[in-house]
């Protein structure tokens, strides 16, 4: 059963996203702020990582969602190794990121959200995960979603086969959830870090 405060919750916080587009000017200086913390955070994970990140997974926006197909294609672009994946979503099972490029065919998946056509599925790295709200609490990253629990159940299916890639969350500086609000629950799995347009950190 669905909590009904939660979903109002999650229903301001996608008409607080959508209503940034209103000004043109200062959402494309904020969106292009949250690109450059992308690149940042990816130089900074590769500087320390002990393996080479060749696969990122990321989002088809929808609703307000900011766009960073665009960056992650320059930053694919300058390793021939490196690959992009977005999400194929079936309802009730644990996503798989299939491979993307600008020239592969689309289809509409679950909830008419765009996926790859039957390309290969690919073993991310890295996963950027779209928020509609975040929170930070106990030194950890949390993030609300639409409610589907699809990232939480796929993050679960990674850690049982330790295999769990590198999540890092996408959202605005306004969609911080206070914990007043909003405290995540057991089946909630915390984030690696967050970005938003004036942030770019990994948790502790």
């Keep these: 059963m669905?909590?009904?405060?939660?979903?109002?919750?999650?229903?301001?916080?996608?008409?607080?996203?959508?209503?940034?587009?209103?000004?043109?000017?200062?959402?494309?200086?904020?969106?292009?702020?949250?690109n450059k913390n992308i690149l940042f955070l990816l130089q900074e994970i590769e500087k320390?990582?002990?393996?080479?990140?060749?696969?990122?997974?990321f989002y088809w926006p929808i609703r307000g969602e900011p766009s960073i197909t665009k960056t992650l294609l320059e930053w694919r672009n300058q390793?021939?190794?490196?690959?992009?994946?977005?999400?194929?979503?079936?309802?009730?099972q644990v996503l798989t990121f299939h491979e993307w490029d600008p020239t592969f065919a689309m289809r509409k998946g679950f909830a008419n959200i765009s996926e790859p056509d039957e390309t290969s599925i690919l073993d991310v790295d890295l996963i950027?995960?779209?928020?509609?709200?975040?929170?930070?609490?106990?030194?950890?990253?949390?993030?609300?979603?639409?409610?589907?629990?699809?990232?939480?159940?796929?993050?679960?299916?990674?850690?049982?086969?330790?295999?769990?890639?590198?999540?890092?969350?996408?959202?605005?500086?306004?969609?911080?959830?206070?914990?007043?609000?909003?405290?995540?629950?057991?089946?909630?799995?915390p984030l690696d870090g967050l970005l938003t347009e004036s942030n770019h950190q990994l948790t502790p």
């Design 128 to 189: 950027f995960i779209p928020c509609i709200g975040w929170q930070k609490s106990a030194n950890q990253v949390w993030r609300l979603g639409y409610g589907g629990g699809f990232y939480d159940r796929t993050i679960q299916s990674w850690e049982k086969i330790g295999r769990r890639p590198i999540c890092i969350g996408i959202g605005f500086e306004c969609s911080q959830v206070p914990s007043s609000k909003w405290i995540p629950l057991e089946h909630d799995h």
């Design 2 to 34: 669905k909590n009904p405060s939660i979903e109002l919750i999650r229903k301001d916080f996608i008409e607080k996203r959508l209503d940034l587009q209103t000004d043109q000017a200062n959402y494309l200086l904020s969106i292009d702020s949250l």
């Design 48 to 57: 320390t990582a002990t393996k080479q990140l060749l696969h990122v997974g």
């Design 79 to 92: 390793n021939p190794s490196r690959k992009l994946a977005l999400p194929v979503c079936k309802e009730g």
